[in-house]
Structure formats: structure tokens, C-alpha cells
């Protein structure tokens, strides 16, 4: 059974930082993109980052260019938001998913998702 587990979420003020983490278990971590998105309240579902089976390549959403980053560690099956310069906006249920697609209109897993919020 696949289990992708989202942690790393939290209250923070505008302009700190947070890294969100997801571990993945119950298949090939390294054959699979993954991605990040968010939900806010009221809004729909989001892409906001991909990256690549190997670490290779990645891609963001305009709105967090410059200030996300994401990474992974196929050794530790997990893959890494790291959110810098955060803004009110961010506020967001963020979910991490992964497919064997880089470019991927449906992605095959979800996690549940953990809860980011930045204060102004």
C-alpha cells in the first residue's frame, strides 16, 4: 500500500521559513515525480512544484519562483518543500503527490496534506 506522509507545516509570520517534508513508502521512490500542491480555503487545488524520478529537473509555479525549492532524497525516500520569504498568500493545505510522469495532468498518490499558515 502506498503512503505518502506529509510533515513540516505550521504557523509562521510573513517572511519566515519552513521546510515541508513527505516520505514515501510502498513504492519505487525513485521512479516516480514528485509534486507539490495547495489547497487555500475557498480556492481550488494548485500546482506549486515538480520534481524529476532522478532530482534532475524541476519546475515551479510562477508565484513561488525564487522563494521555494524543491528537492528529494531517493536514499530516504522523501521529497522536501523548502519555503523561504513566506507571504499571506502561501496559507495553504499543502499535499505532495507523485507519478511516474514528470509532466502529469493526474497524478497517481496523494498524501493527506499538512496545514501552512503565514500571519501578516
Known amino acids: 500500500q502506498v503512503q505518502l506522509v506529509e510533515s513540516g507545516g505550521g504557523l509562521v509570520q510573513a517572511g519566515d521559513s519552513l521546510r515541508l517534508s513527505c516520505a514515501a513508502s510502498?513504492?519505487?521512490?525513485?521512479?516516480?515525480?514528485m509534486g507539490w500542491f495547495r489547497q487555500a480555503p475557498g480556492k481550488e487545488r494548485e500546482f506549486v512544484a515538480v520534481?524529476?524520478?532522478?532530482?534532475?529537473?524541476?519546475y515551479y509555479t510562477d508565484s513561488v519562483k525564487g522563494r521555494f525549492t524543491i528537492s528529494r532524497d531517493n536514499a530516504k525516500n522523501t521529497v522536501y518543500l523548502q519555503m523561504n520569504s513566506l507571504k499571506p498568500e502561501d496559507t495553504a493545505v499543502y499535499y505532495c503527490?507523485?507519478?511516474?510522469?514528470?509532466?502529469?495532468?493526474?497524478?497517481?498518490?496523494w498524501g493527506q496534506g499538512t496545514q501552512v499558515t503565514v500571519s501578516s
Open positions: 503527490a507523485g507519478d511516474r510522469n514528470y509532466v502529469s495532468s493526474s497524478y497517481d498518490y
Open positions: 510502498g513504492l519505487t521512490f525513485s521512479s516516480y515525480a
Open positions: 520534481i524529476s524520478s532522478r532530482g534532475g529537473r524541476s
